[in-house]
């Protein structure tokens, strides 16, 4: 069990693995620094102070795989807030859930829903991609009273996902899929997708794209000069740094910065003091979240790598929920926070909001 | 050796308890091996025929798409839409199971490069479908022959992934060769070490069953050799102890009861040496007691010699006294006639001068008859002295009597109370002698003083004329003197009657004496005859002695054999 502790007098190492040198990975970094400065300015946790091991792993799966080695061999990290996205959380779980001292990792924004309970060391903080479709769906067909729905996906596990989701869910509530194309990064032009969209005639735009995509299809629409309101997931978080092109697109997510929560309001001002002119986002909420989850349980249970995850698996279940920036996290068996709620925010102004504020 | 070890059946169990831990873990190594093997090979089979079933089933999804693909462009048609559709989902469902076949490495990147290919030809056909739709075929033809070179790298990727997969399972399957080589030589070294460690607990067990029991067979024949003296026959395991302990017990009871056979017929041939030495003894001493009973019988005999001897004396001391009373009659008689002649003569004294002389010559008679008497009485003298002789003999042969009756023991008691009564017959006749030669002596004195008192007379009767007034006194002196005579030879008469008396009682005892001598000779008769039955009976006892002083020796002999 030596090895699963932090040195007692020393600082509580909490490794961070994320894609930092990528814009959505620098947002999580930030958060989680602020959150620890916090935690370390009030006297640390059970006297000592909290440190945080940041490691790249550039959102790919093999250097993912990497860094949770590297994690993992440490006995001086006791947790992991990370991965950042799916595929390198898939990765790096096959390391970290193995062995004779498996380490916990608790994920900000990692919604792919293959990862519920894929092993007992796994746990998020956000809602999976299977709440975000469904979500879209509703949101499209009440709020929008859209009946004819077009999809442009890409070409992946997530795209697929939310496409799926919002396909079952837009039809459960009378809607009409008319149809639902594939796109990948290398794809050049959506125009063909866009055209046979107005030739058959949708009165709603669903991008289950990332940004890129997103913002291909945004620009061809611009030039078709097709005015159909565009919905979106989470992977678009980013893209009202657009501007004007995606001013009004409607954005699914976990959290949003202007979420009317006092804890939040004092997480935005915060972020906003220490990194002046930033906005967090949910991936840098979710990670400010993870810390000081992860905090809440080393106080209450040790700094023991087992102890930390045994003590994760009953918040929510026997322990109080942690009430957080992006909402009360109560795990279930999988690790997932079922109980947390999409909201649709809509871009405005260069920034995400509430649709309210709109 | 440990206790827990000392019966034979422990030793055994406790050499089988490892051998069959030994066979029941290599059998479980076998048995785990095996299904270790089965199910390696169980896996890699699911894994090979899974991938290769994902590989060739991705293949001809991506075919089915694009030939659904192919088929949508030359015809539209919900059909061929709805099947590309179908098969794109399918395809993207081989990926993801191809994806959780754990793949590493080189085939990690060829999943993902397929996902991308797979993904990229959704996407063209999926552009040329719009295109195709909006009828814009040119740009749709030109948009689908993009695919090709995918599918072609689809269907290079999927074989090179399968001969990859193969190369694995090759390797894999050396693997499991070689493990499975490893693990035979494992469990034949392990069976080479059971065997080994069989042999020696084998061994082990034989050699404590072996040694114990050849020194037992050896102690056994130690004691049936009749060798039964104790044996050390060491450490052994208990059931052997049992039976070691079995036959030190029988041995010791064995050795007791020889020990006490070898003692018994000590003892019997010691009884028997001392019955046959007793016996001898016995019949020495009956042939003692025979020639002593002889000697008895002799010495009755010779007794019975000296008793008629002695009787004969006897009769000769009564002749003797009754010649000394008829000697003392005859005084007395002479006494009276001297009286009568002296009382005659007084008063013719005067007258008879020559009658003196006739005095004289009577007196001169007289002093010769005295001197005669004289010598009679000397015999009287030497027949006492014989009786006081006779007497001392016999009190002497008496006294050997009771000596050799009182030899005989209770057979001589009789004979003692004889002798005791020679003895004091001997003494009584000693003591009669005593009082024959006082009287005698006193007698002497007497006829001394007659002869003086006649020398005296006659001195007298030569002075008679100067005496003749003394005649008369002197005659009267006479009378007196032979008053005083006849008064001796009175006593004389009395004495020796009773001499006779006690001579004739005396004879009648030694008459007795002589009978009961005869008798004793006659019982020492039948006392010999007796003894020598006893000794021919004592003869016997010896023999019988003999026979068993032969039968304890032999006893002996045979127990001498045996060794205690």
Same mark, same amino acid.
């Given at each position: 069990?030596?090895?699963?502790?932090?040195?007692?007098?020393?600082?509580?190492?909490?490794?961070?693995?994320?894609?930092?040198?990528?814009?959505?990975?620098?947002?999580?970094?930030?958060?989680?620094?602020?959150?620890?400065?916090?935690?370390?300015?009030?006297?640390?946790?059970?006297?000592?102070?909290?440190?945080?091991?940041?490691?790249?792993?550039?959102?790919?799966?093999?250097?993912?795989?990497?860094?949770?080695?590297?994690?993992?061999?440490?006995?001086?990290?006791?947790?992991?807030?990370?991965?950042?996205?799916?595929?390198?959380?898939?990765?790096?779980?096959?390391?970290?859930?193995?062995?004779? *001292?498996?380490?916990?990792?608790?994920?900000?924004?990692?919604?792919?829903?293959?990862?519920?309970?894929?092993?007992?060391?796994?746990?998020?903080?956000?809602?999976?991609?299977?709440?975000?479709?469904?979500?879209?769906?509703?949101?499209?067909?009440? *709020?929008?009273?859209?009946?004819?729905?077009?999809?442009?996906?890409?070409?992946?596990?997530?795209?697929?996902?939310?496409?799926?989701?919002?396909?079952?869910?837009?039809?459960?509530?009378?809607?009409?899929?008319?149809?639902?194309?594939?796109?990948?990064?290398?794809?050049?032009?959506?125009?063909?997708?866009?055209?046979?969209?107005?030739?058959?005639?949708?009165?709603?735009?669903?991008?289950?794209?990332?940004?890129?995509?997103?913002?291909?299809?945004?620009?061809?629409?611009?030039?078709?000069?097709?005015?159909?309101?565009?919905?979106?997931?989470?992977?678009?978080?980013?893209?009202?740094?657009?501007?004007?092109?995606?001013?009004?697109?409607?954005?699914?997510?976990?959290?949003?910065?202007?979420?009317?929560?006092?804890?939040?309001?004092?997480?935005?001002?915060?972020?906003?003091?220490?990194?002046?002119?930033?906005?967090?986002?949910?991936?840098?909420?979710?990670?400010?979240?993870?810390?000081?989850?992860?905090?809440?349980?080393?106080?209450?249970?040790?700094?023991?790598?087992?102890?930390?995850?045994?003590?994760?698996?009953?918040?929510?279940?026997?322990?109080?929920?942690?009430?957080?920036? *992006?909402?009360?996290?109560?795990?279930?068996?999988?690790?997932?926070?079922?109980?947390?709620?999409?909201?649709?925010?809509?871009?405005?102004?260069?920034?995400?909001?509430?649709?309210?504020?709109? | 050796?440990?206790?827990?070890?000392?019966?034979?059946?422990?030793?055994?169990?406790?050499?089988?308890?490892?051998?069959?831990?030994?066979?029941?873990?290599?059998?479980?190594?076998?048995?785990? *091996?095996?299904?270790?093997?089965?199910?390696?090979?169980?896996?890699?089979?699911?894994?090979?025929?899974?991938?290769?079933?994902?590989?060739?089933?991705?293949?001809?999804?991506?075919?089915?798409?694009?030939?659904?693909?192919?088929?949508?462009?030359?015809?539209?048609?919900?059909?061929?839409?709805?099947?590309?559709?179908?098969?794109?989902?399918?395809?993207?469902?081989?990926?993801?199971?191809?994806?959780?076949?754990?793949?590493?490495?080189?085939?990690?990147?060829?999943?993902?490069?397929?996902?991308?290919?797979?993904?990229?030809?959704?996407?063209?056909?999926?552009?040329?479908?719009?295109?195709?739709?909006?009828?814009?075929?040119?740009?749709?033809?030109?948009?689908?022959?993009?695919?090709?070179?995918?599918?072609?790298?689809?269907?290079?990727?999927?074989?090179?992934?399968?001969?990859?997969?193969?190369?694995?399972?090759?390797?894999?399957?050396?693997?499991?060769?070689?493990?499975?080589?490893?693990?035979?030589?494992?469990?034949?070294?392990?069976?080479?070490?059971?065997?080994?460690?069989?042999?020696?607990?084998?061994?082990?067990?034989?050699?404590?069953?072996?040694?114990?029991?050849?020194?037992?067979?050896?102690?056994?024949?130690?004691?049936?050799?009749?060798?039964?003296?104790?044996?050390?026959?060491?450490?052994?395991?208990?059931?052997?102890?049992?039976?070691?302990?079995?036959?030190?017990?029988?041995?010791?009871?064995?050795?007791?009861?020889?020990?006490?056979?070898?003692?018994?017929?000590?003892?019997?041939?010691?009884?028997?040496?001392?019955?046959?030495?007793?016996?001898?003894?016995?019949?020495?001493?009956?042939?003692?007691?025979?020639?002593?009973?002889?000697?008895?019988?002799?010495?009755?005999?010779?007794?019975?010699?000296?008793?008629?001897?002695?009787?004969?004396?006897?009769?000769?001391?009564?002749?003797?006294?009754?010649?000394?009373?008829?000697?003392?009659?005859?005084?007395?008689?002479?006494?009276?006639?001297?009286?009568?002649?002296?009382?005659?003569?007084?008063?013719?004294?005067?007258?008879?001068?020559?009658?003196?002389?006739?005095?004289?010559?009577?007196?001169?008679?007289?002093?010769?008859?005295?001197?005669?008497?004289?010598?009679?009485?000397?015999?009287?003298?030497?027949?006492?002295?014989?009786?006081?002789?006779?007497?001392?003999?016999?009190?002497?042969?008496?006294?050997?009597?009771?000596?050799?009756?009182?030899?005989?023991?209770?057979?001589?008691?009789?004979?003692?109370?004889?002798?005791?009564?020679?003895?004091?017959?001997?003494?009584?006749?000693?003591?009669?002698?005593?009082?024959?030669?006082?009287?005698?002596?006193?007698?002497?004195?007497?006829?001394?003083?007659?002869?003086?008192?006649?020398?005296?007379?006659?001195?007298?009767?030569?002075?008679?004329?100067?005496?003749?007034?003394?005649?008369?006194?002197?005659?009267?002196?006479?009378?007196?003197?032979?008053?005083?005579?006849?008064?001796?030879?009175?006593?004389?008469?009395?004495?020796?009657?009773?001499?006779?008396?006690?001579?004739?009682?005396?004879?009648?005892?030694?008459?007795?004496?002589?009978?009961?001598?005869?008798?004793?000779?006659?019982?020492?008769?039948?006392?010999?005859?007796?003894?020598?039955?006893?000794?021919?009976?004592?003869?016997?006892?010896?023999?019988?002695?003999?026979?068993?002083?032969?039968?304890?020796?032999?006893?002996?002999?045979?127990?001498?054999?045996?060794?205690?």
């Amino acid at each position: 069990m030596l090895a699963a502790c932090s040195r007692p007098g020393g600082p509580i190492v909490i490794g961070l693995a994320g894609p930092f040198s990528q814009a959505r990975g620098a947002s999580m970094l930030r958060a989680a620094q602020l959150a620890v400065d916090q935690i370390n300015a009030r006297g640390g946790v059970r006297s000592r102070l909290l440190k945080l091991k940041p490691v790249d792993d550039s959102g790919s799966e093999n250097t993912a795989l990497r860094v949770a080695e590297q994690f993992y061999a440490d006995p001086a990290v006791v947790a992991v807030v990370g991965h950042l996205s799916s595929d390198p959380s898939k990765a790096g779980l096959r390391v970290y859930g193995a062995g004779r *001292t498996p380490l916990v990792m608790v994920s900000p924004s990692a919604s792919n829903p293959d990862l519920a309970g894929i092993n007992p060391y796994f746990f998020r903080v956000c809602p999976s991609d299977a709440q975000h479709g469904p979500q879209l769906a509703r949101f499209a067909r009440q *709020t929008l009273a859209a009946r004819r729905a077009g999809i442009i996906y890409v070409n992946n596990d997530y795209g697929r996902g939310v496409r799926r989701a919002f396909d079952a869910e837009f039809a459960r509530l009378g809607g009409v899929v008319v149809e639902a194309d594939p796109y990948v990064p290398e794809t050049r032009s959506l125009e063909p997708y866009l055209s046979r969209m107005r030739q058959a005639g949708v009165d709603v735009l669903v991008l289950a794209a990332e940004r890129p995509g997103a913002e291909l299809a945004l620009r061809e629409m611009q030039a078709l000069r097709l005015g159909w309101p565009v919905i979106g997931g989470d992977a678009l978080t980013g893209i009202e740094a657009d501007g004007a092109l995606a001013e009004g697109v409607h954005v699914s997510s976990a959290y949003l910065p202007d979420r009317p929560d006092e804890r939040n309001v004092a997480f935005v001002a915060d972020y906003a003091r220490a990194y002046p002119g930033q906005r967090p986002d949910h991936r840098g909420a979710g990670a400010y979240d993870a810390v000081r989850l992860l905090a809440r349980a080393i106080s209450e249970a040790g700094a023991g790598r087992q102890a930390i995850r045994d003590y994760l698996a009953k918040v929510g279940r026997g322990k109080a929920p942690f009430e957080g920036v *992006t909402g009360t996290v109560a795990f279930d068996s999988n690790g997932d926070v079922p109980g947390k709620q999409v909201v649709i925010g809509v871009i405005h102004g260069g920034r995400l909001v509430a649709e309210s504020e709109r | 050796m440990p206790r827990m070890f000392d019966t034979i059946r422990s030793r055994i169990v406790a050499g089988l308890i490892p051998l069959a831990i030994g066979l029941v873990g290599t059998a479980l190594l076998a048995a785990v *091996t095996l299904r270790q093997m089965r199910h390696a090979v169980g896996d890699e089979l699911a894994g090979l025929r899974a991938s290769s079933e994902i590989g060739s089933g991705l293949v001809a999804t991506v075919f089915e798409e694009i030939r659904a693909a192919e088929q949508y462009l030359a015809a539209p048609g919900a059909d061929s839409r709805r099947l590309f559709q179908a098969a794109g989902d399918d395809a993207f469902q081989y990926e993801r199971r191809l994806e959780a076949l754990g793949i590493t490495g080189e085939d990690r990147i060829a999943v993902g490069r397929l996902k991308q290919l797979n993904a990229a030809i959704q996407v063209d056909y999926a552009i040329a479908h719009a295109l195709k739709d909006l009828g814009r075929d040119g740009e749709a033809l030109t948009q689908s022959a993009a695919v090709r070179p995918r599918a072609a790298e689809v269907t290079r990727l999927v074989r090179d992934l399968a001969s990859r997969q193969a190369v694995k399972a090759a390797q894999v399957a050396d693997r499991l060769a070689a493990a499975s080589r490893e693990r035979e030589k494992e469990l034949w070294l392990l069976l080479g070490g059971i065997a080994v460690v069989g042999l020696f607990l084998a061994r082990w067990a034989m050699l404590s069953i072996h040694g114990p029991l050849s020194r037992l067979v050896t102690a056994a024949e130690r004691f049936g050799s009749g060798d039964l003296r104790p044996v050390t026959v060491g450490e052994m395991p208990r059931e052997f102890r049992v039976l070691a302990d079995a036959m030190q017990r029988m041995a010791d009871r064995l050795r007791r009861i020889v020990g006490e056979v070898v003692g018994e017929s000590d003892r019997i041939a010691g009884s028997a040496g001392d019955l046959s030495a007793t016996s001898e003894q016995l019949a020495a001493s009956s042939s003692e007691v025979s020639t002593a009973m002889v000697e008895i019988a002799g010495s009755a005999d010779h007794q019975r010699a000296a008793l008629g001897t002695m009787g004969t004396g006897l009769e000769e001391l009564r002749l003797a006294a009754t010649e000394m009373a008829e000697a003392a009659d005859r005084t007395a008689r002479l006494g009276e006639e001297i009286r009568m002649v002296a009382d005659r003569h007084r008063g013719d004294v005067g007258a008879a001068g020559k009658a003196l002389l006739d005095v004289r010559e009577v007196v001169q008679t007289t002093s010769r008859q005295i001197s005669e008497l004289a010598q009679l009485s000397a015999a009287i003298d030497d027949f006492v002295d014989l009786i006081k002789r006779i007497s001392s003999q016999t009190n002497l042969l008496a006294l050997n009597a009771a000596i050799e009756a009182a030899r005989a023991g209770e057979h001589g008691r009789g004979f003692a109370v004889v002798a005791e009564e020679v003895r004091q017959l001997a003494d009584e006749s000693a003591r009669a002698a005593e009082e024959v030669t006082r009287t005698t002596t006193l007698i002497r004195e007497h006829m001394e003083e007659v002869t003086a008192t006649m020398t005296a007379g006659q001195a007298k009767v030569r002075g008679i004329e100067s005496i003749a007034e003394g005649a008369a006194r002197g005659l009267t002196e006479i009378v007196a003197a032979i008053e005083q005579v006849e008064h001796a030879s009175l006593r004389v008469r009395v004495a020796a009657q009773a001499n006779r008396q006690t001579a004739e009682r005396l004879k009648q005892q030694v008459e007795q004496v002589a009978g009961r001598a005869t008798a004793h000779a006659s019982s020492a008769e039948q006392v010999t005859a007796a003894t020598q039955q006893q000794g021919a009976s004592t003869q016997q006892m010896a023999a019988a002695a003999a026979h068993m002083l032969e039968a304890a020796e032999k006893l002996r002999g045979l127990v001498q054999g045996l060794r205690v």
